[in-house]
């Protein structure tokens, strides 16, 4: 029988997990592809006199798998909270939570500059180097231009979050490096396919898949305002949808952006359509951002092309204890060809 292996080094260079074998009931790590922070949550049962809580930025660096087998390293992290909870009759628990330490990082690095005709691969890069770190950014998204773009008393993470999100990437810190890969694209910034994550049946401890119809839009529009003309356009993109349209609330800065801006809303709007989770036994190989195959859930749910927008591995270390994932499911399809600017729009928000 498998053997899960969990190692939590401490600043001192040493295996934690030794040490809290008697008082340790749970580690659990969320892998999100980016937009968030991975988190690492460490259970102890404790009793009065309790424990201090950990220094401020104290840092754990994860590594797990199983016995036997190369180690997956889960990255660095810095404590955030912990909380005490319980009772005299069922006992007490303390529980540490500590985020990437990358993001901790970045996230403290406020600042105001402005950039003008560059490309959104020189502006990460640019921000990357500032905080310490370097950048991969996907190809695409790398090379889209940017006419003039305002960074006003914002974070670096605030701040390329939300050019990420707004050019249909997404932001992860790891490993001392920005990664922008494309949302929901089942591949790595750098663009090479991440391992498909197979999930059949016979497998799977739980389950719920769900499938919207709210959200299929046929048409996403951004609009953006002309100077030359001195009117308000949409930049028009394909939805998943047959009937419905979307106009986006908030203006883009450009032509170019507007563009970009439809396609990636529409690409969020129909991951959206598809969510629910599976738990399963523990994968080393399992990465938050990958494809999911699915197998025996029904011709409909077999044929859905799936990603994984994040991960949860959970460790339990009681007699029973072992190691589960849940992976968390949303739609990777999406049918977005190059978008289209419209025509002006009328008072009312509707095109001429």
Not at 18 to 32: A, E, H, I, K, Y
Not at 54 to 78: C, D, K, S
Not at 168 to 195: D, V, Y
Not at 197 to 204: L, Y
């Amino acid at each position: 029988m498998r053997k899960p292996a969990v190692r939590i080094i401490g600043q001192g260079g040493t295996d934690l997990i030794p040490g809290w074998l008697q008082s340790l009931t749970r580690v659990s790590f969320t892998d999100n592809d980016g937009g968030d922070a991975d988190d690492l949550e460490i259970e102890f049962a404790v009793s009065a006199p309790f424990p201090a809580s950990p220094a401020e930025g104290t840092r754990y660096q994860l590594f797990y798998g199983w016995e036997g087998e190369q180690l997956r390293n889960g990255g660095q992290f810095t404590y955030q909270s912990d909380s005490l909870t319980g009772d005299a009759e069922s006992g007490y628990l303390m529980n540490v939570v500590a985020r990437s330490a990358d993001f901790v990082d970045a996230d403290k690095a406020s600042d105001t500059e402005h950039f003008e005709k560059t490309t959104v691969g020189e502006i990460v890069n640019w921000i990357a180097s500032k905080t310490g770190k370097t950048a991969i950014v996907d190809p695409q998204i790398s090379s889209i231009e940017i006419p003039y773009r305002l960074r006003y008393n914002q974070s670096a993470v605030g701040f390329v979050k939300e050019i990420a999100e707004e050019f249909g990437g997404t932001l992860k810190l790891a490993g001392g490096k920005m990664l922008m890969p494309k949302r929901s694209g089942g591949k790595s910034a750098s663009g090479q396919e991440l391992p498909v994550i197979a999930v059949t049946f016979d497998q799977v401890i739980s389950f719920e898949i769900s499938s919207e119809g709210r959200g299929k839009f046929k048409d996403v529009e951004a609009p953006y305002f002309d100077p030359m003309e001195g009117v308000q356009k949409l930049s028009k993109a394909a939805g998943i949808g047959d009937l419905s349209r979307f106009l986006g609330l908030h203006p883009a800065r450009s032509a170019e952006e507007a563009s970009h801006a439809s396609k990636a809303q529409a690409g969020e709007l129909g991951r959206g359509t598809i969510s629910g989770s599976v738990t399963m036994e523990g994968s080393n190989e399992a990465m938050a951002g990958a494809p999911v195959s699915l197998s025996g859930f029904g011709a409909s749910r077999d044929g859905l092309d799936l990603v994984a927008p994040s991960i949860q591995h959970e460790w339990s270390f009681d007699e029973a204890g072992g190691w589960l994932m849940t992976i968390e499911l949303a739609n990777k399809k999406n049918r977005v060809p190059a978008a289209r600017n419209s025509c002006p729009v009328k008072p009312g928000g509707q095109g001429a």
